[in-house]
């Protein structure tokens, strides 16, 4: 019995007839996933990889007739690859090749509604988490990226040979705006690079975006004044549309500050990208904050991994994200975060599993992003 014709009896069939192909070879222009896959009881990993496959590309649950008015071939997700996971009974690491052409150029947001948008929910599966993506060049080169990068930061900042330091104004929420200034101006004048409104800092009847952000530019000017130095205020230009936003990033950059935040998971790939762009037509830098991150990150066997946040975040554009820190965390802990800081700063990053480093990553000429070791003290 061959597989085109078990493929057209009517009903539902197998995915791994069409899906697992463990003899395909991956094409330098394939985007990679690794996927850590948690089958329900009594369905094989191979069925529940090529499940996964063709749900996040060309499949669906049985045979079409306007199947045959295209190439699956040509244009079907593969699982090529699948191992189960040291230590974990019934997880397996399931490896798919997606053709490049599935994808819009320049997209993080139909990157993510392809690999991860509809996969999720899928009964087959007990849990879903995508550990990592290999970007090839073909489509990075396809985005901006940061808008500027961390050399040009420091080229701009004139800051050299050390870590920029930086702080978050609190109390987060309650302040006036000539209160806000004030304690801004306390901490550049006292030593710092950077002062940072925090992620939930948008425009609250306590303190409207448009005077904080005068308020903070005079502080701002105030203490570069006296200290000689270049300094900052990342002013949080979120808002509840991409043109509020848009807006709010011209209005920074008449004052003429430096640079500008977005709480890029929240706010959305899209409305990140938008931002970005203009952030790098118009000279200023662009401050990540991860806000949300850990609702699809924090569990070990469902959603997404943070270094394939961070991927993304580095080809929709910004030149800091906030990276965690690897203070009091576990040793493994540490290893995996120093894997994703290389991934955001390196131009070359090699396979490397013991830091959580599924693909070798080669990001070609992308700026890289300025990690910020955030979280605090506690340990």
């Known amino acids: 019995e061959t597989k085109a014709s078990v493929g057209f009896k009517a009903g539902v069939k197998d995915y791994k007839l069409t899906y697992y192909t463990p003899e395909y070879e991956t094409k330098d222009t394939d985007i990679l996933a690794a996927f850590r896959v948690t089958p329900q009881p009594g369905v094989p990993p191979e069925e529940a990889g090529a499940a996964v496959a063709a749900e996040s590309s060309t499949g669906t649950w049985t045979t079409v007739w306007t199947d045959g008015l295209t190439s699956l071939d040509r244009y079907k997700g593969r699982c090529y690859h699948i191992e189960p996971v040291p230590g974990e009974a019934d997880q397996y690491i399931c490896y798919i090749a997606y053709p490049l052409d599935l994808f819009e150029e320049g997209s993080v947001t139909n990157m993510f509604t392809s690999i991860v948008g509809n996969v999720f929910g899928f009964k087959a599966l007990r849990a879903l988490r995508l550990e990592d993506l290999r970007i090839p060049v073909a489509y990075s080169k396809t985005f901006q990226g940061p808008p500027h990068g961390i050399q040009v930061e420091r080229d701009k ?122 952030c790098r037509d118009n000279g200023l830098l662009l401050h990540i904050h991860r806000a949300m991150h850990a609702v699809i990150d924090r569990q070990k066997n469902h959603g997404m991994h943070f270094r394939v946040l961070a991927k993304a975040l580095r080809m929709s554009g910004g030149d800091h994200i906030h990276s965690g820190t690897v203070v009091g965390k576990l040793e493994g802990e540490r290893e995996i975060t120093l894997g994703f800081v290389d991934l955001l700063r390196d131009d070359f990053i090699e396979k490397d599993r013991s830091r959580g480093i599924f693909f070798t990553q080669d990001w070609a000429s992308m700026p890289g992003v300025i990690p910020v070791a955030s979280g605090g003290i506690h340990v």
């Not at 806000?180 to 690079?193: K, N, Q």
């Not at 270049?230 to 950059?253: D, P």
């Open 157 to 278: 900042l004139n800051k050299y040979g050390r870590p920029l330091l930086g702080c978050t104004i609190k109390p987060k929420l309650g302040l006036s705006a000539k209160n806000y200034g004030r304690a801004c101006y306390e901490c550049l004048r006292g030593g710092l690079d950077f002062t940072k409104d925090d992620e939930n800092v948008n425009s609250q009847p306590f303190m409207r975006w448009r005077d904080r952000f005068v308020f903070c530019a005079e502080a701002i000017y105030k203490a570069q004044a006296e200290t000689g130095e270049i300094k900052g205020h990342y002013l949080n230009a979120t808002a509840g549309t991409c043109e509020e936003m848009i807006k709010r990033a011209v209005f920074a950059r008449e004052l003429g500050v430096p640079i500008v935040m977005h709480d890029y998971i929240t706010g959305g790939f899209t409305a990140n990208t938008s931002l970005a762009h203009y």
